[in-house]
């Protein structure tokens, strides 16, 4: 089966009839809103995002939705600051939707579902911070007899996975710190993603979103329970590969739909991933990299320095990750002769390669406004037990205890590009 056929095929099992996802879906928005009442508050940018909710608005109005408010609510800034998520509450409180319709990418999405998750607790907690962790908004929930409002995420970019997944990343901008709701509750109810949108997004938010999908993969499959593996192996071959080959096809051409829509299924992949198991170290790192790069280059940049430390006890894993990249002609050196740390370096060195090859950073140092402060500020994250969830999943827990003695060479290996610096447990 051809690659972009698995790709819908593991999709389609996955979310069944609540998404609708490829070429030319849009007016399922409006199929999907009309499921859940007559009207919908609808959050999108409506500048370079007009056509695209335009598109929207004409799908609600055809099936009989109407705007709350009779307007457009603004979206969420970059890396969803928690401002953005009290506007976006605020909206909510006073035009009563039946229903919530998100247009954008991670950030809009992510901001919406928090926005969702205080408009409807406030009364129980108001602010963001308590809901921070694993779990927490379905335990309120449970104790208040409260509902979220049906949440529909339209899908404008292939990043993240926010419209098929249980995660919301939230940023303080003073701090410079993101941190991150996990709970099914907050899975959007209903999702469209249609791929030719991605058409006219600019394409360095592509690499980013690309970078993003091979992060969610690669770190869930290092990562996974023994049992999970197999799920864990099938969606990440298919995701880096597709990733590995399409990406410098969009860099060529922009407009190329066959490469959009094969990104998009790549990353859409990615969001699947995230479901069956947990990111860990490259994702925990980016939250303190938000002031000066992308999350989806910071995972980008970090993902090679975590694999060197994580090989000696995945090295079967890792292999299998090595050899895809060696398929696409970014490794060539015989993994199967190699085991440790040389195994780890090797497939790290394929890793950075890729990332080279789409005109993206490789270490932390290349990045405008990086400084100690930043490895500073990701140890100290690394030990608040609001993220901790982020260190149990490493292939190599650590706790907080061992954060400087083993996560700190690895940032500073990410800061000059040197694998041999990284300290191995094994």
């Known amino acids: 089966m051809e690659l972009k056929e698995r790709a819908a095929q593991i999709l389609k099992e996955y979310k069944g009839d609540t998404y609708a996802f490829g070429l030319h879906v849009m007016d399922k928005v409006g199929e999907f809103a009309a499921q859940f009442g007559k009207t919908a508050l609808l959050i999108s940018n409506t500048t370079y995002l007009k056509p695209v909710a335009d598109q929207v608005v004409a799908s609600l109005k055809k099936h009989g939705v109407e705007l709350a408010g009779e307007r457009i609510v603004p979206d969420a ?40 998750v205080l408009a409807t607790l406030g009364e129980h907690t108001p602010e963001i911070d308590p809901y921070f962790g694993t779990g927490v908004v379905s335990e309120a929930l449970k104790k208040t007899g409260k509902k979220l409002l049906p949440l529909i995420a339209v899908q404008t970019s292939a990043s993240s996975g926010a419209h098929l997944t249980k995660y919301s990343n939230i940023t303080n901008p003073v701090a410079g710190q993101k941190k991150l709701i996990v709970d099914d509750a907050i899975i959007p109810d209903r999702a469209v993603f249609d791929y030719a949108v991605t058409e006219s997004m600019p394409v360095e938010l592509t690499i980013d979103g690309a970078l993003d999908g091979i992060a969610h993969c690669l770190e869930v499959y290092l990562g996974i329970a023994e049992e999970k593996a197999e ?29 959009r829509e094969a990104l998009g299924l790549a990353t859409d992949l990615g969001g699947y991933a995230i479901m069956v198991g947990g990111t860990n170290g490259a994702h925990l790192t980016s939250f303190s990299l938000v002031d000066i790069t992308s999350h989806g280059r910071a995972c980008g940049i970090m993902n090679p320095y975590y694999t060197v430390f994580f090989t000696p006890a995945v090295e079967d894993r890792v292999r299998n990750v090595g050899e895809i990249f060696k398929k696409v002609g970014f490794i060539k050196e015989d993994l199967s002769k190699l085991s440790g740390k040389e195994l780890g370096i090797a497939v790290a060195k394929g890793m950075t390669a890729f990332s080279k090859s789409i005109n993206s950073p490789t270490t932390l140092a290349e990045l405008p406004g990086f400084s100690e ?54």
């Not at 827990?397 to 003695?405: G, I, K, R």
């Open 77 to 116: 800034g970059p890396n969803a600051p928690r401002e953005d998520v009290y506007r976006i509450e605020s909206y909510i409180l006073h035009f009563k939707p039946d229903c919530i319709v998100v247009i954008g990418g991670g950030s809009s999405i992510d901001a919406a579902k928090a926005a969702d």
């Open 231 to 259: 799920e864990a192996r099938k969606i990440a071959e298919v995701t880096i590969e597709l990733v590995l080959k399409y990406a410098p096809k969009v860099l060529e051409n922009p407009k190329d739909l066959v490469a």
């Open 373 to 426: 402060e930043h490895i500073t500020r990701a140890l100290k994250a690394a030990k608040d037990p609001q993220l901790d969830m982020k260190l149990k999943n490493m292939p190599v827990p650590l706790n907080a205890s061992l954060v400087d003695e083993y996560m700190a060479p690895i940032l500073e290996a990410a800061k000059t590009g040197d694998f041999t610096l990284i300290k191995n447990m094994q």
